[in-house]
């Protein structure tokens, strides 16, 4: 992977983790916490996304899409390990 490729996989976790904090109120990791929850998301998202058989935008946009949609879901998964 290059250093340019490194790069937009943190952005897209960045920008993917905050929108998912944005839209699952109470969370907030900072940005390296976001980071984090967006690559995570990334991953989830994809495989949620393959599973249901939706396909969305590709490029970058498409990738934030996805990884929102997936850090979401993290999110809420954790939300409902804290509280048990």
């Keep these: 992977m290059t ?3 490194l790069l937009i996989w943190l952005c897209i976790g960045a920008i993917a983790g905050w929108l998912a904090g944005l839209l699952v109120k109470g969370f907030g990791f900072g940005l390296l916490g976001n980071i984090v929850v967006g690559i995570v998301g990334a991953f989830v998202g994809g495989w ?3 599973v249901l058989g ?3 935008m590709q490029g ?3 990738a934030i899409v996805g ?3 997936g850090a979401v879901a993290v999110l809420l998964l954790l939300s409902l ?3 048990a």
């Design 81 to 83: 390990v804290r509280r």
């Design 54 to 56: 939706i396909a969305i």
């Design 3 to 5: 250093l340019s490729g």
């Design 67 to 69: 990884a929102t949609i």
């Design 48 to 50: 949620i996304l393959s």
């Design 60 to 62: 970058i946009g498409g």
